[in-house]
T-cell receptor
Framework: EAQVTQNPRYLITVTGKKLTVTCSQN?????MSWYRQDPGLGLRQIYY???????DKGDVPEGYKVSRKEKRNFPLILESPSPNQTSLYFC?????????????FGSGTRLTVV | GQQVMQIPQYQHVQEGEDFTTYCNSS?????IQWYKQRPGGHPVFLIQ?????EVKKQKRLTFQFGEAKKNSSLHITATQTTDVGTYFC??????????FGAGTTVTVRA
């Protein structure tokens, strides 16, 4: 089944404790992206990657890191989480060509930083 | 960054009625996409509009892209309880950074 897999689904952590949220897709998509969803703000892009070893900042990159060493994986790293990073996170992937095609989203990771 | 504005934020609909949600951009879009997120779920891609003035239908859903490619609408006829959720538009400004609207959350009164 074509899918984007995120882990974990739920995570509670303490301020300052480094964490990684994993994302993997099995559709051979070039484009992968991380979004955070907060009430009333919709989905805001954190980072995106157009291919292996190519990453770029989205609209809200502060406090996050990403890497794209393999085409299928795009982990999100919070080096020193803070309470304002409490949010619902989605990983998404898409093929790209002369235009942007529809995303396939993962099931989400609900992160709470205390 | 460039933004897409979406209204209304909430839509409470009587079952069987129609409603419309709107998206607007101050600059021209390369294309616009629509997604639906059920409560507790993740966004699911519905459709992409690319051409000026384009209209596409999916059963009771009608999607339109404005002539100037700066606005779009989603119209749902004869609303059903299965239509409950949040509908997002997402604009591509030709920079591979899809910008999502804030969403319209739809509730249905039976």
């Amino acid at each position: 089944e074509a899918q984007v897999t995120q882990n974990p689904r739920y995570l509670i952590t303490v301020t300052g404790k480094k964490l990684t949220v994993t994302c993997s897709q099995n559709m051979n998509h070039e484009y992968m992206s991380w979004y955070r969803q907060d009430p009333g703000l919709g989905l805001r892009q954190i980072y995106y990657s157009m291919n292996v070893e190519v990453t770029d900042k989205g609209d809200v990159p502060e406090g996050y890191k990403v890497s794209r060493k393999e085409k299928r994986n795009f982990p999100l790293i919070l080096e020193s989480p803070s309470p304002n990073q409490t949010s619902l996170y989605f990983c998404a992937s898409s093929p790209i060509g002369d235009t942007f095609y529809g995303y396939t989203f993962g099931s989400g990771t609900r992160l709470t930083v205390v | 960054g460039q933004q897409v504005m979406q209204i209304p934020q909430y839509q409470h609909v009587q079952e069987g009625e129609d409603f419309t949600t709107y998206c607007n951009s101050s600059t021209t879009l390369s294309n616009i996409q629509w997604y639906k997120q059920r409560p507790g779920g993740h966004p699911v891609f519905l459709i992409q509009l690319v051409k000026s003035g384009e209209v596409k239908k999916q059963k009771r859903l009608t999607f339109q892209f404005g002539e100037a490619k700066k606005n779009s609408s989603l119209h749902i006829t004869a609303t059903q309880t299965t239509d409950v959720g949040t509908y997002f538009c997402a604009g591509d400004f030709n920079d591979y950074k899809l910008s999502f609207g804030a969403g319209t959350t739809v509730t249905v009164r039976a």
